[in-house]
């Protein structure tokens, strides 16, 4: 592993706790793992923030060309991952339904 | 036939394209992903090329020798021979006394073996024009210049890998035929998928297991075909790019012949690299001095590398050249960054220049699919990628058969029995023929002659009896219920991935400890772990159908008695 591989670690996290923010934007999944109803936009936000960060990170990793289908892939992986445990421990997710996310926060 | 709405109509489409080209598109998938680790799956298969990736070796030393003594393939000599020589010319030429036009040899970052090959000419051909060449083959261990034994087959890169593509059906090029439709209609699938889907943003995560299977099937088709949509389109896309000019539309060579001949002859002048022999006999300089060149001015340009591909052409002859390529490792795109040498005198007759847009992004698209890259992370996402496009196939054989079978019991109707019956074949047989192939190849003896040909038919003995056995077992299905032969399948492939690791460690000494700790060698210690995977899975899928299928039985005969 040389210095910049190193970059695809972070990229990886990012990428699932993006993918898992974005599910929790959902009010079918939130309610999987906890009770009330998801601030949508802020978690779509964070979501897609963190796809960019993702890209970022891809992108110090690998050439630009390579970046773009690890990126792509990634997501894929992340999304397919992020599904599965929604399916089957979808309370493996509680950490990422911090306060700021729920709807009551807002008001 | 008339639809209510476009929905309605895609949806047909979907169905039945879907249906149709899944079983083609299954193997393409399936021997897709396992092509992406090809030369691991050669290495466990050839226990005598377990050695670590080799450099190009020197051609003065190395390369000449086994040029000079390798011979034109027999079977290929028979069939072409009486069609590329002029009967009037004279006698026709001897196998082996063919004379060489053009060496190449060829490497990348996963070869410890090297691939090598010659075109031989045919010296009183009937159409002078083309260029009538009989190849003969090698495969060396770079290390000592010695051959591979013959009668070994590259499972990976000579089997499963060019399955995924042809189907292994050369006559006529058919199995390509069949690839291209299938992949062509893929895309159709993909687009009219789309169109149907309700709630693509909504379901997007979604996989309810405990609805029942009809719901949760579609739910796990939907996002397997979702999450993974641009891997699913740009390979399709990729996949019919890649052959399109050589397949699919051959204008070049058919309807442009005039042109493309033309286009050659315009090229050989403008690049000054000699398109015909000269006639003139002339010796070859340094070949290993040109490399050490051809190294010194990639460094110079910013991108030091080694030597993948290196070709001599017009062997022998004033006209020679050599051509040097780059091993393209560390990027996307299938570029050489080829320099060209005078054979005689070693002297740069050209340099290719950086390519134009349009050709880079051709480059760039199949490059992806071609993955000549070192970047092992991405590999296991393209395996991934691949599996699930097979899981999206295999779910949408399933969603057609849940939904239509107790209809189709009702009416007497045989239609999902049969559909049933070829998705246990695609879905479950190739594994089991996969696998049986990789057992054979350690269980049958070392020097047995033609091992490879008795590899490759028990993969296809393997595949049949998977059709024969879920045919036979299907009758269940009329009546509405699951044929057996899924979950009987699943154990035969879980007994046979075990046996194949516990036969690669007690014919070869290669043991997972071994492989993984003490002397690691990734190429088979990945394969050994892949087939435990397979064991795993299967063994908890046929646990599961197992289970299902016992509660069955208990609660129609609690029925019974009340």
């Not at chain 2, 006559?171 to 009219?192: E, T």
Request: net charge neutral.
């Amino acid at each position: 592993m040389n210095n910049s591989t190193v970059w695809l670690i972070p990229a990886i996290i990012l990428m699932l706790v993006a993918m898992g923010w974005l599910a929790l934007s959902l009010p079918g999944h939130w309610k999987q793992v906890r009770s009330g109803k998801p601030a949508s936009r802020r978690l779509r936000l964070a979501g897609w923030s963190a796809i960019v960060l993702s890209a970022l990170c891809c992108l110090k990793a690998d050439h630009a060309t390579m970046a773009v289908l690890v990126w792509l892939m990634l997501m894929a992986a992340a999304a397919a991952s992020v599904g599965m445990i929604l399916s089957m421990r979808p309370r493996m997710l509680k950490w990422l339904s911090l306060g700021i996310f729920a709807e009551e926060f807002r008001r | 036939m008339k639809f209510a709405n476009t929905r309605q109509a895609m949806a047909w489409l979907h169905t039945w394209l879907g249906l149709i080209f899944g079983f083609v598109l299954m193997i393409c998938f399936f021997f897709g992903a396992l092509s992406v680790f090809d030369r691991e799956i050669d290495r466990w298969a050839i226990p005598d090329t377990r050695f670590d990736p080799q450099p190009m070796p020197s051609f003065d030393n190395v390369l000449i020798d086994v040029f000079n003594r390798t011979e034109p393939d027999i079977a290929e000599y028979n069939r072409l021979m009486p069609v590329y020589h002029d009967s009037a010319a004279g006698d026709i030429t001897p196998r082996t006394e063919l004379p060489a036009d053009e060496y190449w040899a060829y490497t990348t970052h996963r070869d410890p073996v090297l691939l090598m090959g010659i075109g031989f000419r045919v010296p009183k051909p009937l159409n002078t024009k083309e260029h009538n060449h009989i190849h003969g083959r090698a495969t060396i261990d770079p290390r000592s210049g010695e051959e591979l034994p013959s009668n070994s087959l590259k499972i990976g890169s000579d089997w499963f890998y060019p399955l995924h593509y042809s189907l292994n059906l050369n006559w006529n090029f058919i199995g390509f035929y069949i690839v291209g439709i299938a992949a062509f209609f893929m895309l159709v699938a993909l687009v009219s998928g789309v169109w149907i889907h309700r709630k693509i943003f909504r379901e997007f995560f979604t996989f309810r297991r405990e609805k029942k299977t009809q719901r949760a099937t579609l739910d796990l088709h939907n996002m397997s075909g979702v999450v993974a949509l641009p891997f699913h389109f740009f390979f399709a896309l990729t996949g019919l790019i890649i052959f399109a000019a050589f397949y699919y539309l051959p204008v070049t060579n058919t309807m442009l012949k005039p042109l493309h001949d033309m286009h050659e002859t315009m090229e050989a002048n403008a690049t000054g690299l000699p398109h015909q022999r000269l006639g003139i006999t002339a010796q070859i300089a340094s070949v290993d001095d040109m490399v050490t060149e051809a190294k010194r001015r990639w460094a110079a340009r910013d991108m030091a590398g080694e030597v993948g591909f290196l070709m001599v052409h017009h062997v022998g002859d004033a006209n020679s050249y050599v051509s040097i390529y780059r091993a393209g490792s560390d990027r996307v795109s299938l570029v050489g960054e080829g320099i060209h040498f005078k054979s005689s005198n070693g002297e740069v007759l050209r340099e290719d220049p950086p390519h134009s847009t349009a050709k880079s992004i051709a480059e760039f698209l199949t490059g992806l699919h071609l993955q000549h890259f070192e970047h092992w992370f991405l590999r296991w996402l393209y395996v991934l990628g691949g599996l699930l496009g097979c899981v999206c196939i295999a779910t949408g054989f399933i969603f057609f058969t849940e939904k239509r079978k107790q209809q189709h019991a009702k009416n007497n109707s045989q239609g999902s029995r049969i559909v049933d019956a070829f998705a246990i074949t695609t879905v479950t047989g190739i594994i089991i023929a996969a696998v049986s192939m990789l057992v054979a190849n350690r269980i049958l003896p070392a020097d047995l002659a033609n091992k490879g040909d008795w590899e490759k038919w028990i993969f296809c003995i393997a595949l049949s009896f998977s059709f024969l056995h879920a045919t036979l077992r299907s009758s269940p299905v009329v009546r509405g219920e699951k044929n057996p032969a899924w979950r009987e399948q699943c154990f035969i492939i879980t007994a046979l991935a075990i046996t194949a690791v516990t036969a690669n460690w007690l014919t070869t000494g290669d043991h997972l400890i071994k492989t993984i700790f003490t002397t690691p060698y990734w190429a088979v210690a990945g394969v050994d772990l892949s087939l435990l995977a397979v064991a795993a899975t299967s063994w908890k899928a046929a646990a599961r159908l197992q289970s299902e299928s016992i509660e069955k039985e208990q609660s129609s005969s609690e029925a019974a008695y009340e």
